[in-house]
């Protein structure tokens, strides 16, 4: 992605080196192109995010088009502009939290007899969601070390297998010899 816009790989090389105006020169092309790549895989996969969310949101909700003023507000979550909010939120934290709390949100919203205004109850769950976003870093974070830590258990089995299987077979020959010698 270069000023806003989507260009094949080589394409924008030949422009960048013999049409642009200014030209750029090989190093600056070597210089420049990773980081370009790089921007636009992270912009393409924000995108991916967002659309999975505008999925999500249009399945579990009903709505055959999402408002356009709950885009900005999801825009303003995104960036951390939010009201109230201390620090952005990721799309793809924001649908996987989302994910997670829809059986609590479907028993809140027939507690509450919510089901009549959509639009209201898609801003009140993601205020819930907002205000939780730090215990949602919390387990996180949890289940990450829990992870390391099954990792780590799990890799001590594995070594403490591969010595008892050694000390067997070193047994084993000891075992063998004698019975070779008995014979």
């Known amino acids: 992605m270069y000023k806003k816009k989507f260009y094949h790989k080589d394409c924008f090389c030949d422009y960048k080196l013999n049409h642009a105006r200014p030209k750029w020169d090989e190093h600056k092309l070597q210089e420049q192109l990773p980081q370009l790549l790089a921007d636009t895989k992270k912009y393409l996969e924000h995108q991916n995010h967002f659309d999975e969310l ?10 055959y088009l999402i408002p356009k003023p709950f885009y900005e507000r999801i ?3 995104d960036e951390g502009t939010f009201y109230n909010i201390t620090k952005p939120i990721p799309i793809e934290d924001i649908l996987d939290m989302w994910q997670q709390k829809l059986p609590y949100f479907k028993k809140l919203h027939i507690k509450k007899n919510m089901k009549e205004d959509a639009v209201n109850t898609l801003y009140y769950d993601l205020a819930i969601l907002c205000s939780k976003y730090n215990n949602y870093l919390n387990w996180k974070e949890n289940k990450k070390a829990e992870k ?20 067997n077979n070193i047994d084993n020959s000891d075992d063998i010899s004698n019975i070779l010698d008995e014979i």
């Open 148 to 167: 390391q830590e099954v990792k780590k258990y799990k890799q001590e089995q594995i070594n403490s297998k591969v010595i008892y299987n050694t000390q």
């Open 75 to 77: 825009r303003q979550v």
């Open 54 to 63: 505008n999925m999500f949101i249009a399945d579990n909700y009903d709505f």
